[in-house]
């Protein structure tokens, strides 16, 4: 896939800014998202990667008002269709979620109801956005497993999520968040709990059907592999915030901010026997109270003392690429 | 599913023979001349010994254990010391006031169990679901047959409008009844409710909501679904412990069911009747709890409809 | 703790292999999902920099003081626990010191003051008998909390071994001693408990022994749903490749882990080890008299229905104060080991 320079000019389908997702714990505030800005343009893939420490998935449930409490989105805002999706009202949601943005979790197993047939799961979507009637949702319901390529949906409809393997559940679950046609599709680590060849399945399988429907995705992961595959955008987190930004190619040859120079240099060469795998030192860190400056600077092998004081801001250090660090400063 | 039926059966089958065992084994423990202690003495030797060689009781214990045995599984219990009639009448007779008791109350601990459940999951962290859950837990706590004086005081004595004992009159079982089922409703309520929080906060939920479900489709389709099926057969297996719980009440209310006979049985040392009773009772609860383990496989589809997997 | 273990164990004997099943499938999925986790990351190369939140492999390290301490401290700011253990503690403390809180002996007749109504002298006045009922329910006390806490003791005790011995060996030990435990649970507990002190004689000893021969079957089946559950993890086979014995591996690495969870349920079945003993001094044959026992006083009451109903309240107040508390405890005590809520 040839990274398109049109994507990066076309229409802006979801536009955040300065989204802050706060848990609130007995004694501290958890700063989950603190402050990411992104645009999602129609047809764009963008990618948010970043080790795991539950911030990235806050990002896709606080656009859908799903952060489970104590969390609270406490500022920012996410214009889509001209309305402000983080200010609608709860009753309210529904209308927006698997109608204008679908989203698919990262267990597919739990993520399905395992009582619920999952024929009946996915016409669900269409009775409560389309108003079908039982049969017309069950017709499209198999026309959208044989989208995602399950055979014989006639017969699958009617199978439960247990037996249905790995993969095939992850299409089930596409298959419900695509149903109505959505603007924007979220994937929160579609594939990290598939097998390695079912993953790239999957991946090619969006990418099909995103060339296919026209639909936005922001994909969540910390698989720098997925990342190089799909990605036209790339946002690279760190403990709840931006720290750099880049199109694909650009990220791959060049990284500027410290953090996304050791997630490449981890990703082990296929041939490099006798080099040992690269981790990076120390943990994240989680976002609280406490911590002043930039939070990567305990890790960071160039962290200078105006690291610890100020939080360093997102700046251009070259076209179409930003970073948030002092060492361009 | 017949696989497992199947195996569930032989399970049972193997327990009944466990219980069988254990109450001979714990019956025949019970110290003393078990014939002298019965004819308290009055007799001489010579009665003693007739008596006992006509109840087959001068072979050796394990000739006995499989007379019996084979004599239960014909539906003989043996007869009664003092009463001189069969054990299995007496048993049937107690058990159908036992079982009247049992069942009423079973019902009414269900019916208002259950939807308090439901209620105060659904309402959670709210005054309802506190005041709901301060409820359940004393409820919980009381000990039945205090209850049962209590109410025996107020609905009986000061009130006036109920039976407090016998079962001549015809809403003998009220208030019987209700003392049972108080701290089986409070169980049941917090089951229901723990059953259902659970599953509200599982990753299904979640993925409803996303699809842009409202809360009540939520609820009724995705979140009671699932709650059931361990609720209903936690329910089931409640069963056991309320006609157990009857037992206790029969005494107090002095009903003539099962616990009466049972407790009679032991004041007079009547020993085919207490081996018949704990035999009959345990073999009921073993048999209910197969019929719960059963459900529990017919509801959970994961178990009928079996594994296939392929990918 | 799964949601499923927060049921009352008396009774519900068998609802527990509910739980137990139902826990073993969970840890299945569990550990399905934690299998796919690990090969998805060993297979694209993902480090340990880049790796997500997974569930454990080593399991939650339940035997470490910072679990304990996290959960004294949750406990700690619940009021409702405070208020439980305040009141168990007043409870032991006035089981302890009876003979100083009160000038009576429990035994003490004086027939002319009998019925007399609570006053100076005698807190909750007196019985038929002319003895004073405060004396007698503190007295009482003595009874009840013993009973509890040693017949609790003893059907720990069997409970654990059995469980950890079925759980951790399976296979064939593991199906005798489930259907031993299920003979014993099928047992109505009255009954059984009725005819063991047909067997043992009555008083306060043969108490303890026949709740706790009775009582723990509910502890074996969640031990050995833990048991299983904590198997296969990787302590377990570190433990295994140094070459300790089973008997080692359970005692020293299997059972201080499920340290939490005999807590809890130790705590949740003392109220029903209580009640039984009541009730089996309710109908004679617990606690002979004239050592007094709540359950002895409330069958006694019955008698004097019509003239004095008050007669049950006090006894009855206090058997039920008593199991509310540990039922209070034993609740809060659940939600705050339960490492869901950890953070």
Redesign the interface.
């Known amino acids: 896939m040839n990274h398109d320079p049109e994507k990066s000019s076309g229409e802006i389908v979801l536009s955040v800014r300065d989204l802050k997702t706060y848990f609130y714990l007995d004694n501290t505030v958890l700063k989950a998202i603190d402050g990411i800005s992104f645009d999602l343009r129609k047809g764009q893939t963008l990618c948010l990667v970043g080790e795991s420490g539950c911030g990235k998935s806050m990002t896709a449930l606080s656009l859908l008002g799903l952060v489970p409490a104590p969390g609270k989105v406490v500022a920012g805002s996410a214009i889509m269709k001209g309305r402000d999706i983080l200010k609608e009202k709860k009753k309210n949601l529904w209308q927006l979620r698997g109608k204008d943005i679908g989203m698919i979790f990262q267990e597919p197993m739990t993520s399905l109801n395992p009582v619920l047939k999952i024929g009946y799961q996915i016409s669900e979507v269409y009775r409560i956005h389309g108003g079908l009637s039982k049969d017309e949702a069950r017709e499209k319901a198999i026309e959208m497993l044989r989208l995602v390529h399950i055979p014989e949906p006639e017969q699958r409809y009617n199978d439960y999520p247990h037996q249905l393997s790995g993969g095939m559940r992850q299409r089930v679950m596409i298959a419900m968040a695509l149903a109505c046609d959505p603007e924007v599709l979220i994937c929160d680590e579609p594939t990290t709990a598939l097998d390695v060849t079912v993953q790239a399945q999957i991946m090619r399988l969006i990418v099909e059907l995103q060339q296919k429907m026209g639909m936005s995705v922001l994909l969540i992961t910390h698989d720098m592999g997925v990342v190089s595959e799909m990605a036209d955008e790339i946002f690279v987190i760190y403990a709840g915030r931006v720290v750099e930004t880049s199109d694909r190619e650009g990220m791959f040859l060049k990284q500027y901010h410290p953090y996304s120079e050791a997630l490449i240099r981890s990703i082990p060469v296929i041939g490099d026997k006798d080099k040992e795998l690269y981790s990076i030192p120390g943990m994240v860190v989680k976002l609280t109270d406490a911590v002043r400056g930039c939070a990567f600077c305990d890790r960071c092998p160039y962290a200078q003392d105006r690291c610890r004081e100020e939080v360093p801001e997102l700046k251009e250090v070259a076209p179409g690429r930003k970073v948030a660090c002092y060492r361009y400063e | 599913m017949l696989k497992y039926t199947l195996k569930r059966l032989l399970?049972a089958l193997?327990?009944l023979w466990?219980?069988y065992t254990?109450t001979f084994i714990?019956?025949n423990?019970?110290?003393g001349d078990v014939v002298a202690l019965m004819m308290s003495r009055r007799a001489d030797q010579a009665t003693i010994e007739r008596i006992r060689h006509q109840l087959g009781m001068d072979l050796p214990l394990y000739v006995q254990y499989f007379r019996y045995l084979g004599n239960v599984l014909q539906g003989d219990f043996g007869n009664s010391y003092i009463k001189s009639v069969p054990v299995l009448s007496l048993i049937t007779n107690g058990f159908k006031t036992t079982a009247r008791l049992g069942l009423t109350a079973y019902c009414i601990a269900i019916c208002v169990g259950f939807p308090v459940g439901v209620f105060t999951a659904l309402n959670r962290g709210k005054l309802a679901d506190r005041l709901g859950i301060i409820g359940i837990?004393?409820l919980?706590?009381?000990?039945a047959?205090?209850l049962a004086?209590?109410l025996?005081?107020l609905f009986g004595?000061?009130l006036g409008w109920l039976p407090i004992s016998g079962i001549e009159a015809s809403t003998w079982v009220v208030l019987p009844a209700m003392t049972l089922a108080a701290g089986y409703a409070a169980?049941m309520a917090?089951?229901t409710r723990?059953?259902i929080?659970?599953a509200i906060s599982?990753?299904?939920t979640?993925?409803?909501?996303?699809?842009?479900?409202?809360d009540g489709?939520v609820i009724t389709?995705?979140v009671l679904?699932?709650a059931a099926?361990?609720t209903v057969?936690?329910f089931g297996?409640?069963l056991?412990?309320?006609?157990?719980?009857a037992?206790?009440i029969e005494?107090?209310f002095s009903l003539p069911g099962i616990?009466t006979v049972?407790?009679d049985a032991?004041n007079n040392r009547d020993f085919p009747v207490?081996q018949g009773?704990?035999l009959y009772?345990?073999?009921l609860?073993?048999l209910i709890?197969l019929a719960?383990d059963l459900l529990?496989a017919l509801l959970?589809?994961?178990i009928r409809?079996g594994?296939?997997?392929?990918? | 703790m799964n949601a499923f273990q927060s049921i009352f164990r008396r009774g519900d004997g068998m609802a527990a292999e509910q739980a137990e099943r139902l826990a073993a499938e969970q840890s299945d999925r569990q550990a399905a999902a934690q299998n796919a986790g690990e090969a998805a990351n060993k297979a694209t190369g993902s480090t340990g920099a880049n790796e997500p939140c997974q569930p454990e492999t080593k399991g939650p390290d339940k035997s470490t003081e910072g679990f304990y301490r996290d959960a004294f401290r949750r406990l700690r700011r619940n009021p409702f626990a405070i208020v439980a253990f305040i009141i168990i503690l007043c409870l032991v403390l006035a089981a302890i010191f009876a003979p100083l809180l009160t000038p009576y002996g429990y035994a003490e007749q004086s027939l002319k003051d009998k019925w007399a109504p609570c006053s100076g002298t005698h807190f909750f006045g007196t019985d038929n008998l002319g003895r004073d009922i405060f004396t007698r329910i503190l007295y009482g006390a003595r009874v009840s909390l013993s009973v509890g806490l040693i017949a609790e003791m003893i059907a720990t005790t069997i409970g654990v071994l059995m469980g950890a011995t079925a759980g951790y060996y399976g296979g064939k030990i593991d199906v005798i001693i489930s259907r031993i435990i299920e003979v014993f649970a099928s047992f109505p507990f009255m009954l059984f408990a009725i005819t063991m002190t047909c067997v043992l004689g009555t008083g306060v000893i043969n108490c303890f022994i026949a709740i706790g021969l009775i009582g723990w079957t509910g502890m074996a089946r969640l031990i050995r749903g833990e048991v299983l559950r904590l198997k296969n993890m990787e302590f377990v086979e570190a433990a295994k490749a140094n070459g300790s014995s089973g008997f080692r591996i359970i005692t020293k690495q299997l059972v201080p882990n499920c340290l939490p969870t005999i807590i809890v349920i130790l705590t949740m079945d003392i109220p029903g080890d209580i009640l039984l003993e009541s009730t089996l001094s309710f109908l004679g044959l617990g606690v002979q008299p004239p050592t007094p026992s709540w359950g002895e006083m409330i069958s006694a009451a019955q008698l004097y229905l019509r003239q004095h109903p008050g007669y049950s309240i006090f006894p009855g107040l206090a058997i039920f104060i008593t199991i509310l508390a540990f039922n209070i405890l034993g609740d809060c005590l659940r939600d705050a080991m339960d490492p869901k809520l950890r953070r």
């Open positions: 399970q193997i327990v466990g219980v254990l714990v019956v423990l019970i110290p837990m004393m919980v706590s009381v000990p047959f205090w004086v209590l025996q005081i004595l000061k169980s917090r089951l723990t059953n929080l659970e599982q990753d299904y979640r993925t409803a909501y996303a699809k842009g479900l409202k489709k389709r995705h679904k699932n099926i361990p057969t936690l297996l409640q056991p412990g309320v006609l157990g719980g037992m206790i005494k107090i616990g049972a407790i032991i207490l009773t704990v009772a345990a073999s609860f073993v709890n719960v529990y959970d589809p994961r409809a594994v296939k997997g392929d990918a």
